[in-house]
């Protein structure tokens, strides 16, 4: 280990920077950050620099550096252009040994900036010893994505019971054990979803809670996209490698279901037409039943829950038995298969308005506004619209649409198998059955459809079909 990793209390402490330019403002960035004193030593400010002195967050010294202005400070940081001017700075701050980073020339540096996670009062530090500044940043990112943007609420929060806890436990291992629980589990997620006193309420129901006492589960009710992993949030993700139970959909892809821990007890609970694995109802009564057993239950469904996915049903019986509950969106259907065919659902020249209905048949019917959805310079999205395809054209064709109307069809959009065909509401039914085409599909109708030819850019591995 080259470096000593160690974290410096820098608030209200002068610290000295030389240089006026954008490189310097980002360390004075960093430093007003952890509460210092700041003071630049510059000929010239660069506008963002002009503007922090300006505001008297920063003192100024005009001119070029001397020796003597190290004195005092307690951490120095030369970021000028001149390496002859950088030199001497770090050799100041070595005789009257003062911490000192040069950027960018490791040779000179008592002392290395890390990439920085900031969670305040949670901070990691990222260092590749000066050798690799851009490895250290990509595991910064890496570290971003997984790590909870409320998790300094979350230190905060346990700070505020740590005394608290230690008068209710009086061994430490069953305190380590407590914060443990309350740090992976419900109290946490009601931190990150903004819902702190109701996370001080459960803490407290926590530390009452008796030897034995049965706890209530919690139902996550998670979108899953449209099936390309990659567009999952960072939430979703989180909570299903967390959670207990899988209770998933048929629309949820199997690169996204390869995503959830690998231990956990998998559902399906997919439906097909005419066809339902378990029925709605039976659908709500288990979700419930497994959280009243103290599962951690991630209710997980393609698109978003709550376009078409019935989620509100499934948290209106969560609602009314008491079982806590989240929701996490998901991009839902019409913007991944819209996106990554090339396809924007409104466009000033073509679309001003998008209507999303569903083109599941009911006793052989439609249920659906036709006068309201079938206008022009307007984007309509049909979901589960491929079996009454054919009822469905005519129809937008009876109330008012032109037959060549653009429609494109998205098969198992956003996934690497995706599948697009291109025609009219005259053509398209005869092209479906001819192309053989399968569920999961979404069907877009309107003008913007012609942008795709130009817009297209995203190349699956099954060729695009265009007519």
Request: charged letters at 25%; one cysteine or more; proline letters at 4%.
């Amino acid at each position: 280990m080259k470096y000593f990793p160690i974290f410096l209390r820098l608030e209200n402490k002068p610290c000295l920077v030389v240089g006026g330019g954008e490189i310097a403002h980002r360390k004075v960035e960093l430093l007003k950050r952890a509460g210092a004193a700041v003071t630049v030593v510059a000929p010239d400010l660069c506008k963002q620099m002009s503007a922090l002195t300006a505001s008297d967050e920063i003192s100024h010294i005009i001119g070029e550096f001397t020796e003597d202005q190290v004195a005092g400070n307690v951490l120095v940081i030369a970021a000028t252009n001149n390496r002859a001017v950088n030199a001497l700075v770090a050799s100041a701050a070595d005789k009257l040994s003062i911490p000192v980073n040069v950027v960018d020339t490791p040779d000179l540096c008592q002392f290395v900036m890390p990439s920085i996670v900031d969670r305040s009062p949670i901070v990691i530090a990222i260092s590749s010893g000066g050798t690799s500044p851009v490895l250290a940043r990509l595991i910064r990112a890496k570290l971003e994505s997984t790590i909870p943007a409320a998790y300094g609420r979350l230190a905060g929060l346990a700070k505020e019971y740590r005394d608290k806890v230690k008068q209710t436990f009086t061994s430490i291992n069953e305190r380590r054990i407590f914060w443990e629980k309350t740090l992976q589990g419900r109290v946490a997620e009601l931190v990150f979803s903004g819902q702190e006193q109701q996370a001080k309420n459960e803490l407290e129901k926590d530390l009452k809670r008796k030897k034995g006492d049965t706890e209530v589960g919690e139902v996550y009710l998670v979108g899953g996209g449209p099936g390309d992993p990659d567009l999952l949030t960072f939430r979703a993700l989180r909570l299903m490698q967390q959670a207990d139970v899988i209770v998933h959909d048929r629309l949820v892809s199997p690169e996204v279901l390869d995503l959830v821990r690998r231990d956990a007890v998998k559902i399906y609970a997919g439906k097909e037409k005419d066809k339902h694995a378990i029925p709605q109802d039976k659908i709500n009564t288990l979700l419930v039943k497994l959280a009243k057993e103290g599962k951690r239950v991630c209710r997980l469904k393609g698109g978003d829950p709550f376009i078409f996915g019935r989620g509100g049903e499934e948290i209106e019986l969560l609602a009314k038995e008491g079982i806590p509950f989240q929701v996490v969106p998901g991009i839902t259907a019409a913007a991944g298969c819209a996106s990554y065919s090339g396809i924007p659902l409104t466009h000033r020249d073509y679309s001003q308005s998008v209507a999303f209905v569903t083109g599941h048949l009911k006793d052989g019917n439609f249920n659906l506004n036709w006068d309201g959805i079938a206008k022009p310079n307007q984007t309509l999205v049909i979901y589960m619209g491929l079996v009454g395809i054919d009822a469905l054209c005519q129809e937008l064709i009876s109330h008012g649409l032109v037959k060549n109307t653009p429609v494109a069809l998205v098969q198992q959009g956003t996934t690497r198998h995706q599948r697009v065909i291109v025609g009219d509401l005259e053509t398209m039914p005869d092209m479906v059955k001819k192309k053989r085409v399968k569920a999961p599909t979404l069907i877009i109708v309107g003008e913007v459809v012609k942008l795709r030819e130009s817009l297209n850019w995203f190349h699956a591995e099954q060729e695009q079909e265009n007519y």
